[in-house]
Nanobody, 115 residues
Framework: QVQFAESGGGTVQSGGSLKLSCTAP????????VNWYRQYPGQKHQQVAR????????VRLDSVKGRFTGYRDNYRQTAYLQMNDLRPEDTAKYYC????????WGRGTQVTVSP
């Protein structure tokens, strides 16, 4: 039906940075908040943050506060998650999901942080 494309993951050393991208091919993208989630193997998706339609970044996970931020480009229908000072516990598959959209999870993008 509708899928979202996450990208930008990779492998970095502890303390490194990555920028994730999420492209959502939906109408009126600018009217939708975008949630970021991460998933450890065998566990449920855990919400990390939300980026509002106006670009406000809202942290939902205390462990990433002060390290992660986000922004969006509504013309490109893309939301971004900037991850700094990465830690091994950030290792997970990361997903995006716009609010108010009926869709399935995308493929996600894998982030791996080595000690």
């Amino acid at each position: 039906q509708v899928q979202f494309a996450e990208s930008g993951g990779g492998t970095v050393q502890s303390g490194g940075s990555l920028k994730l991208s999420c492209t959502a091919p939906i109408s009126h993208f600018e009217n939708h908040d975008v949630n970021w989630y991460r998933q450890y193997p065998g566990q449920k998706h855990q919400q990390v943050a939300r980026i509002t339609g106006g670009g406000e970044f809202l942290v939902r996970l205390d462990s990433v506060k002060g390290r992660f931020t986000g922004y969006r480009d509504n013309y490109r229908q893309t939301a971004y998650l900037q991850m700094n000072d990465l830690r091994p516990e950030d290792t997970a598959k990361y997903y995006c999901f716009p609010v108010g959209v009926v869709a399935r999870w995308g493929r996600g993008t894998q982030v791996t942080v080595s000690p």
